[in-house]
């Protein structure tokens, strides 16, 4: 096998606010792995919070390729992934799941079927996505809700987290006038205190708010927890809920796990979770970073498992290089193609 790869910059459409930061582009490595002629995809993003750049992903992925040339072909490499025998301990979860996503995409494309079919499921998974409306102005929030209802978005999420707590609902008043009829969640990527969600909690709900995501500071998800045992309205952990041991402390306790590939490890990853979760009590959501077209389509595959979709990443950027889920409809979905079903949007410059 021949792997390669590439870092790219990704520019958002407009500066995306949350609680602890404001992001304007973020740095994606792409990894090609190429067998008898065929070519499999993954991407990994830089992020701050997880402390993870471009020249660290670069370096990682190099490890790893030395790992995978010692595999005869994708299938082997792909099992000797699932089980630990191609290792990856100490590896950041985001660069095992590109690694993964590349293997699958190689694995579905030799195999003449979409990844979906690898992992089990027939039909090709669609679902309402949600779409995120950053911290900003009651004014500018009403706006950019209305147009992504008259585009066709049913799930609108709402960042939270504002200095001033009242400005949180103001952002949510605003948006429940633009769209009587949507889906509304609300994160406030854990900038509340407990005293300030309890005091919010009920007010949100008769707002109409669907669910809450981690709406305390990550590190204590004994409290999250019993705040979501108190909860009006479902509670449902990202911060909290990194990997597998996480989700199982917190499994039947909390409404909902916010399963991100990037956070996870990937699709063994996710699955695994859900897996334990399965008639807890506790649902699945599938999240995402902010990611192109092939950093977010293997979670497509995903969807026809979770409760809530949140793979709106890729409809964030000002430009995504590849195509091939949807999601500016509000619909993200899969296709019959083999593989992820990714394709560049030029042809002849992305490998």
């Known amino acids: 096998m021949k792997v390669s790869q590439r870092t790219v910059h990704l520019e958002l459409t407009e500066p995306l606010r949350i609680s602890r930061s404001t992001m304007a582009a973020r740095d994606a490595v792409w990894l090609f792995i190429e067998y008898e002629g065929q070519l499999?995809?993954?991407?990994?993003?830089?992020?701050?919070?997880?402390?993870?750049?471009?020249?660290?992903?670069?370096?990682?992925?190099?490890?790893?390729?030395?790992?995978?040339?010692?595999?005869?072909?994708?299938?082997?490499?792909?099992?000797?992934?699932?089980?630990?025998?191609?290792?990856?301990?100490?590896?950041?979860?985001?660069?095992?799941?590109?690694?993964?996503?590349?293997?699958?995409?190689?694995?579905?494309?030799?195999?003449?079927?979409?990844?979906?079919?690898?992992?089990?499921?027939?039909?090709?998974?669609?679902?309402?996505?949600?779409r995120t409306i950053g911290i900003t102005s009651p004014g500018q929030a009403e706006a950019q809700a209305l147009r992504l209802v008259q585009d066709g978005f049913s799930v609108l999420k709402i960042k939270a987290g504002a200095p001033d707590p009242e400005d949180d609902l103001k952002r949510v008043r605003a948006v429940r006038t633009a769209a009587p009829h949507a889906r509304l969640l609300l994160d406030p990527n854990g900038a509340w205190t407990v005293s300030t969600t309890e005091r919010l909690l009920p007010r949100l709900a008769e707002l109409g708010i669907e669910a809450v995501e981690q709406p305390i500071a990550p590190g204590d998800p004994e409290a999250l927890a019993n705040l979501a045992e108190r909860s009006p309205l479902p509670v449902i952990a990202d911060e909290d809920a990194i990997g597998y041991e996480d989700a199982r402390r917190l499994a039947g306790r909390v409404q909902g796990i916010n399963v991100k590939l990037a956070k996870c490890g990937g699709v063994t990853a996710a699955l695994r979770i859900a897996e334990l979760i399965a008639g807890t009590g506790t649902e699945l959501m599938l999240g995402c970073l902010t990611a192109s077209t092939l950093g977010i389509a293997p979670a497509v595959h995903l969807a026809d498992r979770?409760?809530?979709?949140?793979?709106?990443?890729?409809?964030l950027l000002a430009h995504d290089p590849w195509t091939g889920i949807g999601g500016a409809d509000g619909i993200v979905r899969t296709s019959l193609r083999p593989g992820l079903g990714v394709h560049a949007r030029t042809k002849g410059d992305l490998g």
């Open 306 to 315: 979770a409760r809530w979709i949140d793979l709106d990443g890729h409809l």
């Open 40 to 130: 499999g995809r993954g991407e990994a993003v830089t992020s701050a919070y997880y402390g993870l750049d471009a020249r660290t992903i670069v370096r990682l992925l190099n490890e790893v390729a030395l790992d995978l040339i010692r595999f005869g072909d994708p299938e082997t490499a792909l099992g000797a992934l699932r089980t630990g025998a191609l290792p990856t301990n100490g590896m950041p979860p985001a660069v095992t799941a590109a690694v993964e996503s590349a293997l699958l995409d190689l694995a579905g494309k030799r195999a003449g079927v979409p990844v979906h079919e690898l992992l089990g499921t027939t039909a090709p998974p669609s679902a309402a996505t949600a």
